[in-house]
């Protein structure tokens, strides 16, 4: 069992929960963060940290998000592509995840400043198609 990142944060980017997890197992992309499902201890100290209600465990995971549990493992790098269930992805998050110049994102260990605009996006609901699957900028 592990914690998820779900919708809430794309495109926020607190990372106020990278700040209190012990094992460093948050993954940064572009405009979200994922959790590494086999490094996660299910500690759960991030989960009240997140401003937007991002974490959940695994089984409280809301119905409506569970596509965030593969998506959560393959960009984290835990699970290859081929191997989760890509129902309910969006055709983008499919292409970058199954071409040849795919990568996982890399950890993320300190907190840094929100994305701009994110206590407006933090409103926003059913953000699943502005998840980038790209890595952040240098
Ligand atoms: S604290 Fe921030 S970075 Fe972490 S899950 Fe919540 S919104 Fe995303
Ligand atoms: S539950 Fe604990 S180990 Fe897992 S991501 Fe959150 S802080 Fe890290």
């Known amino acids: 069992m592990a914690y998820i990142v779900a919708d809430p944060c794309v495109k926020c980017k607190y990372t106020d929960c990278v700040d209190v997890c012990p094992v460093t197992c948050f993954y940064e992309g572009l405009n979200t963060l994922v959790i590494h499902p086999d490094e996660c201890i299910d500690c759960g ?3 009240p940290e997140c ?4 974490i959940f465990e695994e089984d409280d995971l809301p119905e409506k998000w569970t596509v965030y549990t ?3 493992a393959v960009f984290s790098g835990a699970e290859e592509p081929e191997d989760v269930d890509m129902d309910g ?3 983008h998050l499919i292409d970058a995840a199954t071409s040849d110049s795919f990568e996982p994102w890399p950890c993320i260990d300190e907190k840094m400043e929100a ?4 206590d407006d996006c933090a ?3 059913n953000k699943l198609s502005a998840f980038s699957p790209d890595p952040p900028e240098e």
């Open 70 to 72: 593969p998506l959560n």
């Open 51 to 54: 401003p937007t209600t991002a």
């Open 89 to 91: 992805w969006p055709q």
């Open 115 to 118: 994305m701009e605009g994110a």
């Open 45 to 47: 100290a991030c989960e």
């Open 123 to 125: 409103e926003e609901e």
